[in-house]
T-cell receptor
Framework: AQSVTQPDIHITVSEGASLELRCNYS??????LFWYVQSPGQGLQLLLK??????LVQGIKGFEAEFKRSQSSFNLRKPSVHWSDAAEYFC???????????FGGGTRLMVKP | EPEVTQTPSHQVTQMGQEVILRCVPI?????FYWYRQILGQKVEFLVS????????KSEIFDDQFSVERPDGSNFTLKIRSTKLEDSAMYFC?????????????FGPGTRLTVL
């Protein structure tokens, strides 16, 4: 069975600082990996996805993530955080079309001015 | 840009009552899903639906739950006799299979409050 772990429940960074959110997955085959962002009271917005190919993927809002098979990780990064990035971030793993997504527990990001 | 829509945005009901949550998936998508998120917890898969039948369901999706695609556009989740622990945000999602991957597009959610 697939699983996702996000080790950091809360992270606080200063505006303008760099950010890395960790995600580790467990899946027997090649995973399809996703990062979603959820602002308070809102739905889930896809930030980026990895299916195959280049292991460094670019997403919206200046985010990127790197797939490292050897470490079973798919960490999310941003070089300079903006106050509007404060939200909850979910990593998810899926398989083939039609398969369920399994989400991690989420990381709540707070941004200090 | 096409999007998944859900109605109502907030539903309040009494314990034991039936509720129907509605979703309009993206029009050319073929897979439909329901997920839920209890306040402060992670998003959990409930059920997936393809070709007019359930393709996968979690242990959460017991006999109190059912799904239906009553027409060509709507996808509904029915909870027959709500319990307090059914209070959660319910998300509908849809995807279009192709090239083996599974990018799911989520609706804004329906917040269900059971009193």
């Amino acid at each position: 069975a697939q699983s996702v772990t996000q080790p950091d429940i809360h992270i606080t960074v200063s505006e303008g600082a760099s950010l890395e959110l960790r995600c580790n997955y467990s899946y027997g085959a090649t995973p399809y990996l996703f990062w979603y962002v959820q602002s308070p009271g809102q739905g889930l917005q896809l930030l980026l996805k990895y299916f195959s190919g280049d292991t460094l993927v670019q997403g919206i809002k200046g985010f990127e993530a790197e797939f490292k098979r050897s470490q079973s990780s798919f960490n999310l990064r941003k070089p300079s955080v903006h106050w509007s990035d404060a939200a909850e971030y979910f990593c998810a793993v899926g398989a083939n079309a039609g398969n369920m997504l399994t989400f991690g527990g989420g990381t709540r990001l707070m941004v200090k001015p | 840009e096409p999007e998944v829509t859900q109605t109502p945005s907030h539903q309040v009901t009494q314990m034991g009552q039936e509720v129907i949550l509605r979703c309009v998936p993206i029009s050319n998508h073929l897979y439909f899903y329901w997920y839920r998120q209890i306040l402060g917890q992670k998003v959990e898969f409930l059920v997936s639906f393809y070709n007019n039948e359930i393709s996968e369901k979690s242990e959460i999706f017991d006999d109190q739950f059912s799904v239906e695609r009553p027409d060509g556009s709507n996808f509904t989740l029915k909870i027959r006799s709500t319990k307090l622990e059914d209070s959660a945000m319910y998300f509908c999602a849809s995807s279009q299979p192709g090239q083996g991957y599974n990018e799911q597009f989520f609706g804004p959610g329906t917040r269900l409050t059971v009193l």
